[in-house]
Nanobody, 124 residues
């Protein structure tokens, strides 16, 4: 099992940027496909982005494509989400998650290990 801890959330104005980090410990970080999901109040948790074990093949939700970049540093056991041109509708708790599936996926059920999340609030 891998343990995940997110950081980097906060309050930002619309149009601003934030960089989220997810520190992993426990089992070998590079053996997992990693992803970011978010959950706004009253809404279901939704896919944001995912990345393959080697750091390539990023996948994004249409709502964040062109604005967010997912990356990872396997030497530092850390996953990142660079968020730019933020919008009020990006406000949510952001969770990182780990998957042992063979391919990058956007399905929440493919990810078995989750962090507690970090709050991102975008003001208009």
């Amino acid at each position: 099992q891998v343990q995940l801890v997110e950081s980097g959330g906060g309050l930002v104005q619309a149009g601003g940027s934030l960089r989220l980090s997810c520190a992993a410990s426990g089992r070998t970080f590079s053996s997992y496909i990693m992803g970011w999901f978010r959950q706004a109040p009253g809404k279901e948790r939704e896919f944001v982005a995912a990345i393959a074990r080697s750091g390539d093949l990023p996948a994004y939700a249409d709502s964040v494509k062109g604005r967010f970049i997912i990356s990872r540093d396997n030497a530092k056991n850390t996953l990142y989400l660079q968020m730019s041109t933020l919008k009020p509708e990006d406000t949510a708790v952001y969770h990182c998650a780990a998957s042992t599936r063979l391919q990058v996926s956007d399905r929440r059920t493919d990810f078995r290990s989750w962090g507690q999340g970090t709050q991102v609030t975008v003001s208009s």
